[in-house]
């Protein structure tokens, strides 16, 4: 059964850094693993992408361990405006291909 | 703004009356999928669409149809419609076909079902 699992929620003050873990035990074998940041009444906006190993752009980290069955979203410093839902989006293949998003992480950043 | 347009933004409609939902691509982007997002839960995948062919589909039944056109946009239809079908429908574009290409989304269309 394809499934994503995800902390429901976590606080954090300004400044701190933040690290959000995915689970996702069947993802397809030549998938990407892909972050977003949803706020209230709008579409989900992508953070950052990876396939295995560590991927770091201007905004993120992403690292995914060797069996890639889960991975971890790290924010750094994060600021009051990253609070938001985060969720992990991975592929999945069984009677067909599926885009299956994680429940959601609702990240408060606090002063 | 992601150049993913989605439209109407808000619709009411009755139980059992049909819905269509329309979504424009990002320029460039020959795949669509689409998404049911109830309150307070993740975006749940309807389908998806590369090249006008559906190539990826959820767990949801066959009264969720959808288009592709030959300029990529798309459209999700809904028949018979039920007071769970109440959500936010997003699509989002993308470059490819699988692997989890990156995902341009709309804002949505808000849809209650009464």
């Known amino acids: 059964l394809a499934k994503t699992t995800q902390p429901i929620s976590m606080d954090s003050y300004e400044g701190q850094e933040v ?12 998938d990407y693993i892909t972050w977003y940041q949803q706020f209230p009444s709008q579409g989900p906006r992508f953070i950052i992408q990876g396939y295995k190993t560590k ?28 609070t938001a839902v985060y969720y992990c989006l991975v592929g999945f293949m069984d009677s067909s291909y599926k885009l299956i998003f994680g429940s959601g992480t609702r990240l408060l950043v606090r002063p | ?25 990002q320029s460039g ?10 309150l307070g ?31 990529y946009s798309s459209e999700l ?6 007071l769970d079908d109440s959500a936010l429908y997003l699509c989002a574009s993308s470059a490819g076909q699988l692997g989890g290409e990156k995902l341009f989304f709309g804002s ?5 079902v009464l």
């Not at chain 2, 949505?108 to 209650?112: A, D, I, K, V, W």
Request: proline residues 6%; contains cysteine; neutral net charge.
């Open chain 2, 77 to 82: 239809n809904v028949n018979a419609l039920e």
């Open chain 2, 1 to 25: 703004e992601t150049g993913v347009t989605q439209s109407p933004t808000h619709l009411i409609k009755t139980r059992g009356q049909q819905v269509t939902l329309r979504c424009s691509s």
């Open chain 2, 41 to 71: 839960q993740g975006p749940q995948f309807i389908f998806q669409y590369y090249r006008e062919e559906e190539n990826g589909r959820g767990n949801f039944p066959p009264r969720f149809s959808g288009l592709q056109f030959p300029n």
């Open chain 2, 29 to 38: 982007h020959n795949t669509v999928s689409w998404y049911q997002q109830a």
């Open chain 1, 19 to 30: 690290n959000i873990t995915c689970s996702h035990n069947n993802i397809a074998t030549n």
């Open chain 2, 108 to 112: 949505g269309t808000q849809l209650s």
């Open chain 1, 55 to 82: 991927v770091t752009n201007e905004v993120a980290s992403l690292f995914i361990p060797a069996d890639r069955k889960s991975s971890t979203l790290s924010l750094p410093r994060v600021s009051l405006s990253d």
